[in-house]
């Protein structure tokens, strides 16, 4: 007996499963009181041994989708944000979106929770085994700007482009140049109707001329970016700065609820660069 014992050990050493491992002998002890049935020891020692790695697996793929710290929607306050629909939200988890190809937005004045909200779902997409990449605008585009210095441009594209679902931040928070709004409509394109993103911004459709300093290029990018879209309009006051809201004006704390014009008719023609042109 004691050598089946030890070539069961061995056969786990060698498949390189501890945390089975470790448990075996616990195991041993309850087949041996008439505790488990041996279908039951070996569903308990695979179902240990599972846990450990899908643990492991998303804590490496949390950190590689720069989804840290963790948000979730357990934790998001709901009663703060009256103006919105937690069913929606809910179903947004089932991440639909995803297999759909669709993009989500978030809108809303800063500290309404748009990026703990995105951040949540990127957690339940990493959770349910899909590949997922987060950052704000501002580092995405100095990633492409830098790539593209180098030579690397396309290559950084098809990077960005293989995520399941990528999160684009704080969009409006900082200008962009037109050459990097032009930077941005390429990765756009390269997941037009192929992978799912959620944007967060505190800024309307409307203001997105300004916000890419570009009128056209803005149009070419909400031409695809509503096209399969889900906007969630969040009005509210900051959870931030909820216990200094006596410190706030007035005309602050209003929070004039972003505006969202109909989405843009198509055109034939998306915008040219004269450096990093977008393809069509």
């Not at 570009?214 to 399969?228: G, I, N, Y």
């Amino acid at each position: 007996m004691s050598e089946l014992i030890d070539r069961i050990r061995g056969a786990l050493v060698g498949l390189r499963m501890p945390r089975a491992l470790e448990a075996l002998d616990h195991t041993l002890q309850q087949l041996e009181k008439g505790e488990i049935t041996a279908i039951e020891a070996i569903d308990g020692l695979l179902s240990e041994e599972f846990a450990t790695r899908e643990s492991r697996r998303i804590d490496v793929a949390l950190r590689t989708a720069r989804l840290m710290p963790v948000k979730t929607l357990e934790s998001f306050e709901f009663s703060f944000q009256p103006s919105l629909d937690r069913d929606r939200i809910a179903a947004l988890a089932q991440l639909d979106f995803i297999r759909g190809a669709e993009v989500v937005h978030f809108l809303g004045p800063p500290g309404t929770g748009k990026s703990h909200l995105a951040t949540a779902l990127g957690v339940a997409a990493v959770k349910a085994g899909r590949s997922v990449y987060r950052a704000t605008l501002a580092e995405l585009i100095e990633g492409l700007a830098q790539a593209e210095r180098e030579g690397r441009l396309p290559e950084k594209i098809r990077f960005h482009a293989r995520a399941s679902l990528l999160i684009v931040d704080e969009i409006g928070y900082l200008p962009i140049t037109r050459g990097g709004a032009n930077l941005f409509f390429q990765l756009v394109n390269a997941r037009y109707e192929k992978s799912a993103m959620i944007l967060t911004s505190n800024r309307g459709f409307a203001e997105w001329g300004e916000v890419f300093g570009d009128p056209v290029v803005a149009t070419a990018l909400l031409d695809r970016l509503l096209h399969h879209a889900v906007v969630i309009q969040i009005e509210g006051a900051s959870y931030r700065l909820r216990a200094h809201a006596d410190l706030i004006p007035e005309h602050v704390r209003a929070n004039a609820p972003i505006s969202s014009p109909p989405p843009p008719k198509r055109r034939g023609r998306p915008p040219k660069a004269n450096n990093g042109a977008a393809n069509h």
